[in-house]
């Protein structure tokens, strides 16, 4: 398709979503799906006044690599996996994360196909597990949640078995650690790859959806298919079904594995480290990794903990050494209050650079 403006107007929406706005968002997603109503773009300033015809929605990307871009999404690319997900179930939604990323625009779009009612949960920072526990109490139809890996972890902090009885829990925004899977084994996880260029999540506990495709260039992770974005409308760089990630991993026997970032190794005192292996390795989502240039050492590896006292902390080091080595242990550290978010709910890497770097 062409991403040439054409008559279709944009129409900003304003986000966070609260329960008073989210019904005229929802049937303003609904008219923009289907054609009948202006495109809309959520949460952020529009490129343009009108766009391209077939254009039903525009989302922002997070910028944790950059600037956010905006990224335009057709009905179709945003539908595609709607029945894949529900796979013959009628759920009920529960939306906690914000609508002005794709994990939360998702839960709206494939709401809108079931007859139950969307339950909302405003996003809150820092993240309140109850709200989660309360709209659980609420559900009437068979519960379908998306979450980041940090609202997983603090809600079983709160209560271990509190989503046992959810029918599935879509995990994305980010990996989730060795220990977070094994302590969520008993739950119906699936855990989601993807991004606003792929109009969320589309590789499922590894496996792509139907339509869709992963290739592997000299290490880079390709995702091809039906969820493939048109393009960012700031520069009309059209993707033509093909989006080239800045992910790095492995495609073997129809399973995706994703094994870090394309900008994610840093030269520690001689030695590669990965910083997606440091993050694994420390074993919690309450915590970022990021590094900062040394003249020394070459990069000093920082990490930012929320919720841990400094002997929890060294424990999380010590499985550092103790799957990485010395050279991977993070050697500058804080315990704040809460870690810094982006809107889409990842955590914002460049804030937490930033602090390192403030001396803060």
Not at 200 to 219: H, L
Not at 237 to 247: I, L, M, P, S
Not at 278 to 283: E, K, N, Q, T
Request: glycine share 10%.
């Amino acid at each position: 398709m062409s991403l040439i403006p054409g008559p279709r107007p944009v129409h900003v929406m304003q986000s966070p979503i609260d329960a008073g706005s989210a019904p005229d968002v929802l049937a303003a997603l609904a008219r923009a799906l289907d054609g009948s109503g202006p495109c809309i773009c959520i949460g952020s300033a529009a490129p343009a006044d009108t766009v391209a015809s077939e254009i039903a929605v525009i989302l922002h990307t997070s910028g944790s690599t950059g600037r956010p871009r905006p990224v335009g999404l057709t009905a179709a690319q945003l539908t595609a996996l709607t029945s894949h997900v529900h796979d013959g179930v009628t759920p009920q939604w529960i939306s906690s994360l914000p609508w002005s990323a794709a994990g939360g625009l998702n839960v709206a779009v494939r709401s809108l196909a079931t007859p139950h009612g969307l339950i909302l949960v405003p996003p809150s920072h820092p993240f309140d597990p109850h709200t989660i526990l309360d709209a659980l109490a609420t559900a009437a139809g068979p519960v379908f949640l998306s979450l980041v890996p940090m609202q997983l972890s603090r809600i079983l902090d709160t209560n271990p078995q509190a989503l046992a009885h959810c029918h599935r829990i879509l995990i994305g925004g980010a990996s989730m650690s060795t220990m977070l899977r094994e302590r969520s084994a008993h739950l119906p996880i699936v855990q989601t790859y993807g991004m606003t260029e792929t109009a969320g999540g589309c590789v499922f506990n590894g496996t792509p959806a139907p339509g869709v495709g992963i290739d592997i260039d000299d290490g880079r992770v390709v995702v091809t298919g039906v969820t493939v974005a048109a393009g960012y409308l700031d520069t009309d760089q059209e993707f033509h079904g093909r989006f080239a990630t800045q992910d790095l991993g492995t495609f073997d026997d129809g399973r995706l594995t994703v094994t870090g970032r394309i900008d994610d190794v840093v030269l520690v005192r001689g030695t590669n480290v990965s910083l997606s292996a440091v993050a694994d390795a420390l074993g919690t989502s309450d915590a970022c990794v990021v590094a900062l240039p040394d003249d020394v050492d070459g990069a000093v590896i920082c990490a930012a903990f929320t919720g841990m006292t400094d002997a929890q902390v060294e424990t999380h080091l010590d499985a550092v050494v103790a799957r990485l080595g010395h050279s991977a242990r993070p050697r500058r550290t804080r315990i704040v209050a809460s870690l810094p978010l982006l809107h889409t709910g990842k955590i914002d890497r460049h804030a937490v650079q930033r602090m390192f770097e403030e001396g803060r």
